[in-house]
């Protein structure tokens, strides 16, 4: 019945390491979103996509790579992990770009 | 430059004391405010959208309302079930994103 599910929801890796996090969302919704949430709580958006076309992309480090292979689905996959990449992810969707966001219960990771 | 500021950044009530948190803005083209819930080890949950100067919205014992330059949370008579991180968010006209307030982080005593 969850909504918008993201796996793993503990990440702990070392630096230099390569990881991928996943979501889905069983909502039927368009657009799909990656946000960061820092230490001091701070959400800021990542990327979004709608109908699988990237239509968001912040001033993100390209290690950083999104990918959407349905409507469904966003993954994001991070090379080279760093220390500054400690954070908590959140995927999100909405059934349109000015939408209210329903987000996933995030997944933390932690490098090390 | 924070384009939206929320205070007080944390708050303290005892059970059936009011209070309102604040979220003000500094986008120009408003396009929505949007009102989430945030629980620990949860992600945000949407609470209201508000779209104009003037508009009210209420639910249970919140209430957000929004003029030209803020928004404002009423929490009438807390209980302790309402203890979580209030965020504010503004999606400016173009720009098809939200940005984000820092939050304020609400404790009710019982």
């Known amino acids: 019945d969850t909504a918008v599910s993201q796996t793993p929801k503990y990440l702990v890796t070392q630096m230099g390491n390569d990881k991928s996090i996943k979501c889905e969302q069983n909502l039927g919704h368009d657009t799909m979103y990656w946000y960061k949430q820092d230490s001091k709580k701070f959400l800021k958006i990542m990327f979004s996509y709608n109908n699988k076309e990237l239509i968001i992309n912040e001033t993100v480090p390209n290690r950083f790579s999104p990918k959407s292979p349905d409507k469904a689905h966003l993954n994001l996959h991070i090379n080279s992990l760093e220390l500054g990449d400690s954070a908590v992810y959140f995927c999100?969707?909405?059934?349109?770009?000015?939408?209210?966001?329903?987000f996933g219960n995030g997944t933390r990771l932690t490098v090390t | 430059e924070d384009q939206v500021t929320q205070s007080p950044e944390a708050l303290r009530l005892q059970e059936g004391e009011s209070s309102s948190l604040n979220c003000s803005y500094t986008?120009?083209?408003?396009?929505?405010l949007f009102w989430y819930r945030q629980d620990p080890g949860k992600g945000p949950e949407f609470l209201f959208t508000?779209?104009?100067a003037g508009e009210e919205k209420e639910k249970e014992r919140l209430k957000a309302t929004l003029t030209k330059k803020e928004s404002f949370l009423h929490i009438t008579a807390p209980k302790p079930e309402d203890s979580a991180t209030y965020l504010c968010a503004v999606e400016q006209g173009g720009s098809e994103k939200l940005v984000f307030g820092k939050g304020t982080k609400l404790t009710v005593n019982p």
């Open positions: 999100a969707s909405s059934p349109r770009v000015d939408s209210p966001l329903h």
């Open positions: 508000l779209y104009s």
């Open positions: 986008v120009s083209g408003l396009r929505g």
